[in-house]
């Protein structure tokens, strides 16, 4: 009796382990990869590293259905190399009719990244799939040369069927004319948002100012960096016709050229009574003299007549000698609006530790964190958010990678991250008491923090708005006829 009853447990226990492993079904497999998916940012220009991106990957791994589920998530970016991917998509597009909803974002490339090439799969892209991307809010230009010849004049109408395509982003690009240019700003009607990533111009003679784009008044967003003479001065008119809320500008920070510098201010000025928030992202000069850094300020960097901004952020690259600039900046902000201010100092990947030890000891010996918390108890800045003065250091690499992974060890990075968050306390008392400094060690500790001042401006909008009507309320009342008698 005991042999078969111990018979039968060896054989319910074997039978126990040679069955599979119990499935979740596939309703909630789909909703786990749709929640990773909701995570994720395709739009930002560079992904590497991205959590977010490595998660959804993974998940295309598990299993047959998991990967034909994260698919249709990751195709919600294309990116057109050549002709052949331009037919490759408009096949799938016939054979996957579902597809056409899940395109969001074209990135018309060159053939290899890194390295400007003829895209002459442009045109093909316009003429080929016009109508056919319903959903297609984003297309990109990277890497990219740009020749007289490239693009028919019957295929920027073409793109003019993508009537919903609201962000056009020039990166790594060279153009032959200014009115190409121009011609592919217009094309796009609904086009809100402008990002021009160092866009050189092949034509050097002076040339006549090209006709504006149609769609200029419509422009809110901008961003600019490093881009050519030609280029920037198209922009500026561009801005001085629109009413941009988003400025983003990358600036030289060697104004020997008096011209590069007018252009700076230039900028400034066209969009300075609509910007909301302004993005400088300043290129390290040699040195920045103590004694003129105030003049330098008012006449590049001179942010006065921005009586509408709530949001200012500052990048710096090592060795960071515009460090100086910023009270000097900050201090000529008229704006009671102001809610939050951000300042990066981007280390170099392969210096991190250095470069993060030299900067707070530079910071430790120069007072500019004292004169910053002085100009900031002002009453015009009574308005700052709690936890609006955020200073941070990330790396200057093209991806997600965290700084502490650039350090040596761990402990180190903290001893050095301590070291730091108690410096900014000291040397800014007044800030530190009204709880509005902040530290961040990482990209996503910066999105995390802009996310947040996003969320409280919003709320503060809607209750003055919600305080607005109240008052008007009570003023008709007031003012109303009596009726009683």
């Known amino acids: 009796m005991e042999e078969g009853a111990s018979t039968r447990t060896a054989a319910s226990g074997a039978s126990s382990q ?19 998916a909701a995570e994720l940012n395709l739009y930002h220009r560079y992904l590497v590293g991205n959590s977010d991106l490595l998660a959804l990957r993974s998940c295309a791994l598990v299993c047959r259905d998991w990967y034909f589920h994260t698919w249709y998530h990751l195709r919600r970016r294309v990116i057109l190399r050549d002709r052949n991917d331009v037919r490759s998509l408009s096949r799938t597009l016939r054979e996957r009719p579902r597809l056409r909803g899940i395109v969001q974002q074209i990135v018309i490339s060159g053939q290899i990244s890194g390295q400007r090439s003829l895209i002459q799969q442009l045109g093909t892209f316009a ?13 990109s230009i990277e890497d990219a040369e740009w020749p007289v010849g490239l693009m028919r004049v019957e295929d920027f109408g073409y793109l003019a069927a993508f009537d919903l395509v609201h962000t056009l982003t020039i990166a790594d690009v060279t153009v032959s004319s200014i009115a190409h240019l121009a011609r592919l700003i217009s094309a796009l009607p609904a086009l809100r948002e402008l990002y021009c990533f160092n866009v050189v111009c092949s034509q050097k003679h002076p040339v006549s ?28 008119r561009i801005s001085q016709a629109s009413r941009l809320h988003t400025l983003s500008f990358g600036v030289d920070g060697d104004f020997t050229s008096s011209s590069a510098g ?26 920045v003299d103590s004694h003129t850094v105030d003049s330098t300020v008012e006449r590049h960097f001179n942010l006065s007549r921005h009586e509408g901004l709530w949001l200012l952020q500052i990048h710096l690259y090592h060795p960071f000698v515009e460090w100086s600039c910023i009270p ?16 990066s100092f981007a280390t170099r990947a392969d210096h991190a530790a250095a470069d993060l030890d030299g900067a707070v000891t530079m910071m430790e010996e120069d007072g500019i964190l004292v004169r910053l918390d002085d100009i900031l108890q002002a009453e015009g800045f009574a308005n700052i958010a709690p936890g609006g003065i955020c200073l941070g250091f990330v790396h200057d690499g093209d991806d997600w990678l965290p700084l502490v992974k650039l350090f040596d060890s761990e402990s180190s990075f903290r001893e050095q ?39 409280i401006q919003e709320a ?4 003055k708005a919600k305080t607005g009507v109240e008052v008007q309320r009570e003023d008709d009342a007031e003012h109303a006829p009596d009726t009683s008698g």
């Open 18 to 36: 040679d069955d599979p492993a119990p499935r979740l079904p596939t309703e909630i497999c789909g909703r786990i990869v749709d929640h990773v």
């Open 127 to 139: 003429a080929m799939l016009a109508g056919k991307l319903p959903e297609l809010s984003r297309i």
């Open 209 to 236: 100012p090209v006709s504006l784009p149609l769609n200029s008044a419509s422009l809110k967003v901008l961003e600019v960096r490093w881009v050519a003479p030609a280029v920037e001065d198209l922009l500026v």
């Open 262 to 287: 007018s252009r700076t201010q230039a900028l400034l000025d066209a969009s300075a009574a609509s910007v909301e928030v302004l993005t400088l992202w300043i290129a390290p000069a040699s040195s």
């Open 328 to 343: 000097h900046i900050v201090s000529r902000i008229p704006s009671d609006h102001l809610m939050a201010i951000f300042v």
């Open 417 to 455: 991250c301590g070291r730091w968050d108690g410096l900014v306390r000291r040397k800014m008392p007044g800030c530190d008491r009204r709880g509005m400094c902040t530290i961040v060690y990482s990209i996503e500790e910066h999105e995390n923090w802009r996310n947040n001042m996003v969320e």
């Open 460 to 463: 503060t909008q809607q209750q």
